[in-house]
């Protein structure tokens, strides 16, 4: 195919990366602690582990796994925990094992955990002890037979970490009793590690490195086979992107987002290459402790969410935070409203550089160049050695300007869906080409537009009415907090679109949101039903507002109305 964008790459970008410097994420880490051995490596709770410091840890953990607990290369481990120094032990300890990691999101339910549990047939688990009682419930029908229990403290300084254990155990009441029979404490498996010789495991690019588990929201979560190759080209492109503006062992990173999302991993991956300074925040909800990291360390990049960054521009202190030294700021994850790009603009004089990938692709197929002076509202050129076509539902190329399926090729795409064969088949067209689920527009440059999800788009009278769209505009009010966009039934149109709103005014109504409305968009695009809600709409780990939970929030309530 004609890679049209390659002409329009930024200098310096080639259009090839060399995929094949490491043979495995093993390698890659082994590298980069010989590197960059005496740099801080992660810091988190105001303490920092350097790159050497880390890799003692790692090799701690993996000899635990393999010598102790008798873990085997291919077996999968599942770390269900917030962004804390543990996590990068557990993470680069468990490859080192040759184990394979299955991010699991700690705010899970029993059910969903046992289904994930026993869906990956991971048969280990480390865990933060204020999640241990949802194990508890969800161990009996899975295969685990290895549970390590680690505190919020357990790799801080002494006395801090025996000050914040008491505090986060007696005196917030953050940790539910829990009773798991055999359970190993984290810092126990690191000492028993230490008197092991560190594993001789051997794994390579085709070596599965991650289950990585999407399409909750959607239906029945399906793991992602990401090998250590997907992984290892996915950092490669994406370090390559930022050539020029990122200098190796001089960055500071900001990762705000929990890591058990792929988003957040292999971000915080390629500043591992980059040999960067990582600050682990631990609950990005509490954003003026948030605001309080970026004033105490020299932040040069970050990055975040649409729904982040909204929440910090809310908060007068971020005035107070010194942007002069910070390069880049990242957004993902989600689509970046345009008023929410503006107003960060305003206040820091950094452009939002948005990106889009997806789970099955570890995740970044495209980015905006880095150097750009404004926010686009794009979602901006294929990576290095990635392919992007516009296709139809036959799997026929779309001429440019034409909406349709976004389709990617590349070394980043995963292997498949774990043990699911005909949802792996549904996805990939036979040449090989993913079906990302998304539609999207691209121009003669080579420049993508995200439209919107395909299962969202709604049909008015036939015509089609993207949320992003409708979000955007909705959100340009500036007494709107959040907003989603959802079908509605209609008895004339077959659907129409319906708005469910947060007030950040609580003056607001929805005539006068209608009126705004008017001005922006067309007849068949304009919400028929507006709602207000209290609080806040229900959101993934990362910040993302959940369209099909709040339409079956919706959907319940009316039914509830009409039984009565």
């Known amino acids: 195919m004609h890679k049209v964008w390659l002409e329009h790459y930024p200098p310096g970008i080639p259009a090839e990366v060399q995929v094949d410097v490491f043979k495995s994420l093993n390698a890659l880490f082994a590298w980069i602690c010989s590197t960059y051995g005496d740099r801080p490596a992660f810091s988190n709770l ?13 090799h701690r953990f993996a000899a635990y796994l393999c010598s102790v ?17 543990q996590y990068p032990v557990a ?33 280990a688990i480390v865990v933060l ?48 009793d829990w009773r ?69 062992g001089a960055e500071t990173a900001l990762v705000p987002l929990p890591l058990y999302h792929v988003f ?23 954003v003026p402790a948030l605001i309080r990291e970026l004033r105490h360390y020299p932040v040069s990049v970050m990055i975040g969410v649409n729904t982040l960054f909204g929440a910090l521009l809310d908060q007068p202190a971020l005035g107070k935070v010194p942007m002069d030294r910070l390069k880049l700021v990242v957004a993902g994850g989600m689509a970046v409203q345009r008023p929410v790009a503006e107003r960060w603009q305003q206040a820091t004089g950094r452009p939002l550089i948005e990106g889009y990938g997806l789970t099955e692709t570890a995740p970044i197929v495209c980015a905006n160049p880095v150097g750009q002076h404004t926010f686009s509202g794009a979602i901006g050129l294929p990576l290095p050695s990635t392919e992007v076509a516009i296709m139809d539902d036959r799997g026929e190329e779309l001429p440019y300007g034409q909406g349709g399926e976004i389709c990617v090729r590349g070394p980043q795409v995963m292997q498949g869906y774990w043990n699911m064969p005909d949802e792996t088949a549904r996805v990939f067209h036979a040449d090989g080409w993913l079906r990302t689920g998304d539609i999207g527009v691209m121009d003669e440059r080579g420049v993508v537009r995200l439209v919107d999800r395909k299962k969202d788009v709604i049909v008015v009278s036939g015509f089609k009415v993207y949320p992003n769209e409708v979000e955007e505009v909705v ?90």
Request: charged share 20%; aromatic share 4%.
């Open 475 to 564: 959100a340009m009010h500036p007494g709107v907090a959040e907003v989603a966009a959802i079908r509605a039934s209609d008895l004339h149109s077959g659907e129409t679109v319906k708005i469910v709103v947060v007030r950040r005014d609580p003056a607001l109504t929805a005539e006068d949101l209608l009126a705004h409305c008017s001005q922006y968009l067309t007849g068949y695009k304009l919400p028929r039903i507006v709602v207000f809600r209290a609080g806040v709409l229900p959101k993934s780990p990362i910040g993302k507002i959940l369209r099909r939970v709040v339409w079956a929030e919706e959907e319940s309530t009316a039914s509830s109305m009409a039984d009565t």
């Open 129 to 176: 002890d204020h999640f241990a009682h949802t194990l508890e419930q969800a161990l009996p029908q899975t295969a685990v037979r290895h549970v390590i229990v680690t505190q919020v403290g357990d790799l801080l300084h002494f006395p801090k970490a025996q000050i914040v254990n008491l505090l986060v155990r007696r005196v917030r009441h953050m940790v539910p």
């Open 69 to 85: 607990a008798g873990l085997r290369g291919g077996d999968r481990l599942a770390v269900m925990m917030p962004n804390l120094l």
């Open 180 to 248: 798991i029979r055999d359970a190993v404490r984290f810092a126990d498996a690191l000492r028993r590690g230490a008197e092991c010789a560190p594993p001789a495991v051997q794994v390579g690019r085709e070596d599965c490195a991650f289950l990585q588990y999407t399409g909750g929201t959607t239906g029945v979560p399906k793991g992602a086979v990401l090998s250590h190759g997907n992984l290892l080209a996915n950092i490669e492109q994406t370090a390559a992107w930022v050539t020029g503006t990122l200098a190796p």
């Open 46 to 58: 105001h303490t920092t582990l350097t790159w050497h410091e880390l890799e003692g840890l790692v």
């Open 264 to 286: 957040a991993l292999t971000a915080a991956l390629t500043f591992c290459r980059l040999g960067a300074h990582i600050v682990l925040v631990t609950d990005p909800r509490d």
């Open 91 to 123: 993470l680069f300890g468990a490859l080192r094992a040759g184990c394979v990691v299955v991010n699991v999101n700690p705010l899970y339910t029993a059910r969903e955990l046992q289904h994930q549990l026993a869906d990956s047939g991971a048969t």
